[in-house]
């Protein structure tokens, strides 16, 4: 009877679980491969937790974030993705209860770079070189907008659709789609809008392109 009545208590004391659930994250996220500092925001909000309990957010096991949850349970943050030079990758967010651990939520994503490459590097400016590029995540066309000396020369369509998750698009183009296009650097835009903007509200990556005089030998 006394073993029974000391299990029965330990079995009270035990930190109950709650039903902790996590809105679910977007499909990718991206990362300026250039610049570790540009990061898409992942929004977390999940509910479950004891009212004004101490939680933290990991990234791949790495605490990103501490903050308290409200009077109802729920936890809401912005974090940054993780950084990503190249390529893409799977990751792993977890929001964990400090104080009782059986209260947790975890999910996976995606997270991509965001970059253009052009190959070749070097080109006759006519010539079809391959476009690669990856972090166009809206669902819309990707267009590559051509600016000299302030002006927009001409824009071309690299892809219908980027391919989702991650926004990747492969094109063969002329590197620079204009009639003797003159000699100085030239700013190539791509992003997913029709209309060139200098301020996009998509993704947006830009490269120059230097055209320069060349003379044949006599």
């Known amino acids: 009877m006394l073993l029974l009545t000391a299990t029965l ?15 679910p994250l ?6 300026d491969g250039d610049l570790p500092t540009q990061r898409e925001k992942i929004r977390v909000h999940a509910t479950g937790f004891t009212p004004l309990s101490a939680v933290t957010l990991t990234l791949d096991g790495v605490a990103v974030a501490h903050g308290m949850s409200d009077t109802f349970g729920a936890v809401t943050a ?3 993705a993780p950084f990503q030079g190249q390529g893409e990758r799977e990751f792993l967010l977890v929001v964990v209860e400090d104080q009782n651990q059986l209260n947790t939520d975890n999910a996976t994503s995606f997270v991509t770079n965001l970059g253009v490459t052009l190959k070749p590097k070097r080109a006759r400016p006519s010539r079809r070189i391959r476009f690669l590029g990856r972090g166009f995540t809206a669902d819309a ?6 600016v000299y000396g302030g002006k927009v020369r001409r824009t071309v369509r690299f892809a219908r659709r980027s391919t989702l998750p991650c926004g990747v698009f492969r094109a063969k183009r002329k590197q620079i789609p204009v009639k003797r296009p003159a000699t100085g650097d030239w700013l190539l835009q791509v992003d997913q809008q029709r209309r060139y903007a200098a301020l996009p509200a998509t993704n947006a990556q830009r490269v120059i392109i230097t055209v320069t005089e060349t003379f044949k030998k006599p």
């Open 9 to 23: 208590a330990l079995a009270l004391a035990a930190p109950a679980r709650a039903d902790v659930v996590m809105d």
């Open 26 to 31: 977007k499909p990718c996220y991206v990362s």
């Open 78 to 80: 912005n974090v940054p």
């Open 141 to 146: 066309p990707v267009f590559g907008h051509y």
